[in-house]
Nanobody, 119 residues
Framework: QVQLVESGGGSVQAGGSLRLSCKFS????????MSWHRQAPGKARELVAQ???????NYLGAVRGRFDISKDDRNNVLILEMNNLKPEDSGVYYC?????????????WGQGTQVAVSS
């Protein structure tokens, strides 16, 4: 299995920056892609950014150009750099990993870290 532990959330004013980290461990060879999702109160969880094994990235339109996802394979850390934060970026941010072979794909989730952006 794969274990994910997020850190780096907090409170910031609009226009500020935060850096989220997700330490991954366990059967890391089984990881196909990793992502950051977020969930605001009363809203569905949404994909914010994704990175695949080849380093290809994909972003939610609302964060493109402000957020940057990267993966440090040497230290087993997934990173989300968030700049020019807006109040609508507030929510619980979750790290996730898609693991396993094509016929048995599973998604593993971290516990989440809170981000609060004030206007």
């Amino acid at each position: 299995q794969v274990q994910l532990v997020e850190s780096g959330g907090g409170s910031v004013q609009a226009g500020g920056s935060l850096r989220l980290s997700c330490k991954f461990s366990g059967s890391i060879f089984s990881i196909n892609s990793m992502s950051w999702h977020r969930q605001a109160p009363g809203k569905a969880r949404e994909l914010v950014a994704q990175i695949n094994k080849l380093g290809g990235t994909n972003y939610l339109g609302a964060v493109r150009g402000r957020f940057d996802i990267s993966k440090d394979d040497r230290n087993n850390v997934l990173i989300l750099e968030m700049n020019n934060l807006k109040p609508e970026d507030s929510g619980v941010y979750y790290c996730s990993a898609v693991i396993g072979p094509l016929v048995d794909r599973q998604t593993v989730w971290g516990q989440g870290t809170q981000v609060a952006v004030s206007s």
